[in-house]
């Protein structure tokens, strides 16, 4: 048998080392695919109008295309503390490169299970909830946006105050295992002090709460509602919002989600622009910056949106000083 000549043989050698580099390089690559653990309390679907979207946008701006530059692996809770604690511990298991929490009771939860894997989260208010040390330097695996800014709770009341001038008896819907709902009622209990205002808290910490809640303000009748930013809520705006509508409740909400929900009015910090934001959090981890190194940084764009559907139903007249700083009025 002939055997191949030198020449050949070094070609088919030389071939050979080509296709197993590009081969490792390719596993390599795939390899170095960043995965992205995204953790919502709520069911899948109620982030789909602003946070995922926002997080979707800001990446793309970043020039991530989703499936080839970066993987996310989307987790819902479905409102269940149980379920959230379980989906963390399979998230952290999985070792994903970081993970994005949306709310404090989630980012709260990470950071029990892990002070490894870094945590981008957009939470209501990260110092007083303990995630970080300082908005400056947050000084552990957590850093993110917070959704609070110093003296909400009295805009908050002011605006409820224009609509509904002649409302006494505040209800206000929250959750007190949430840090930054503690703080936005301490602001709403000075402020509705100050309009003499009279202030019954109903709370809410999980979602078998709603039914009985919803019972003691269709029984106790206040004058008007508002109804803080939790997470929990959030994931129970359409609900929320519909019994408002049928027990003919005046209600204020901390965000815009609410309103598109059918809510009559929200004024807060824009979340499609807070989770847009979080992408660059999410590039700069990757790029080597360390969670701790990155300082917490604080709404820039509030909206103000009116469901004039809503308050014609409810025979409601918005204030035209109200109406002309509207950043959209639903019809």
Do not use: C
């Amino acid at each position: 048998m002939r055997r191949p000549s030198t020449h050949l043989a070094a070609t088919l050698g030389l071939t050979v080392a080509i296709l197993w580099v590009a081969l490792s390089a390719s596993a390599q690559s795939l390899g170095k695919v960043p995965h992205i653990g995204y953790l919502w309390l709520g069911p899948e679907g109620s982030d789909r109008a602003t946070m995922k979207p926002g997080f979707q946008q800001g990446l793309r701006e970043l020039g991530y295309q989703e499936g080839r530059d970066i993987i996310i692996e989307y987790r819902y809770a479905d409102g269940s503390g149980e379920k959230l604690r379980q989906l963390v511990a399979d998230t952290v298991a999985s070792k994903v490169d970081i993970i994005l929490a949306a709310g404090v009771i989630v980012a709260t939860t990470v950071k029990e299970a892990t002070t490894n894997i870094p945590v981008v989260a957009v939470a209501g208010d990260p110092i007083a909830s303990g995630l970080v040390d300082s908005l400056a330097h947050p000084g552990g695996n957590i850093t993110g946006l917070s959704a609070m800014v110093p003296e909400f709770g009295g805009k908050f009341t002011q605006l409820l105050h224009e609509i509904v001038p002649d409302a006494v008896r505040i209800g206000v819907l929250w959750n007190p295992l949430n840090g930054a709902s503690q703080t936005l009622v301490r602001e709403i209990r000075d402020a509705t002090a100050h309009f003499g205002l009279n202030l019954k808290l109903y709370e809410v910490r999980q979602p078998g709460d709603f039914q009985a809640v919803f019972d003691a303000i269709a029984e106790q009748s206040p004058d008007a509602l508002m109804v803080d930013t939790d997470v929990l809520l959030i994931s129970q705006r359409k609900g929320i919002a519909d019994f408002a509508a049928a027990h003919r409740l005046s209600a204020v909400y901390g965000l815009r989600e609410f309103a598109e929900a059918g809510g009559l009015i929200s004024y807060g910090p824009s979340t499609f622009d807070l989770w847009r934001r979080a992408a660059r959090y999410v590039d700069k981890i990757l790029k080597g910056l360390k969670p701790a190194d990155l300082p917490v940084e604080q709404p820039t764009k509030f909206e103000l949106v009116i469901n004039l559907k809503t308050a014609n139903a409810l025979g409601l007249t918005i204030p035209p000083l109200v109406l002309a700083r509207a950043d959209e009025v639903i019809e």
